[in-house]
């Protein structure tokens, strides 16, 4: 059960990002798929996360109009849309998945990927 994130980068203040989950074995289909980050010196907070049918999803209030949440259950990756990207959004971007009932606490998610870093310089 395996997850991968990529797309993390240097961009610059007002920059976009799209963050990929790439999910192999079990680890993505029929699971819910949620998105972390870990800025330095700060515990790891939830960003956004989206059903397994992708119909249902959880934006951050203080990232929504920002930040935005998709997947493609044929490629099986999911997909962490940033925009506007500003000094606070660095961090350590993770994407993680679980089964059952929908959650933002990160102790239910069993599966987790290793992180990618963005860092968004002035």
């Known amino acids: 059960v395996q997850l991968q994130a990529s797309g993390g980068g240097l961009v610059q203040v007002g920059g976009s990002l799209r963050l990929a989950c790439a999910g192999s074995?079990?680890?993505?289909?029929?699971?819910?798929m949620g998105w972390y980050r870990q800025a330095p010196g700060k515990g790891r907070e939830v960003v956004s996360c989206?059903?397994?049918?992708?119909?249902?999803?959880y934006v951050a209030d203080a990232l929504k109009g920002r930040f935005a949440i998709d997947r493609d259950n044929v490629k099986k990756e999911g997909y962490l849309y940033l925009e506007n990207l500003q000094e606070g959004d660095t961090a350590v971007y993770y994407c993680?998945?679980?089964?059952?009932?929908?959650?933002?606490?990160?102790?239910?998610?069993?599966?987790w990927g290793q992180g990618t870093q963005v860092t968004v310089s002035s």
């Open positions: 993680a998945s679980k089964t059952g009932v929908s959650s933002l606490v990160q102790s239910e998610y069993p599966y």
């Open positions: 074995g079990s680890a993505f289909s029929g699971r819910r």
């Open positions: 989206i059903s397994a049918e992708g119909g249902r999803k």
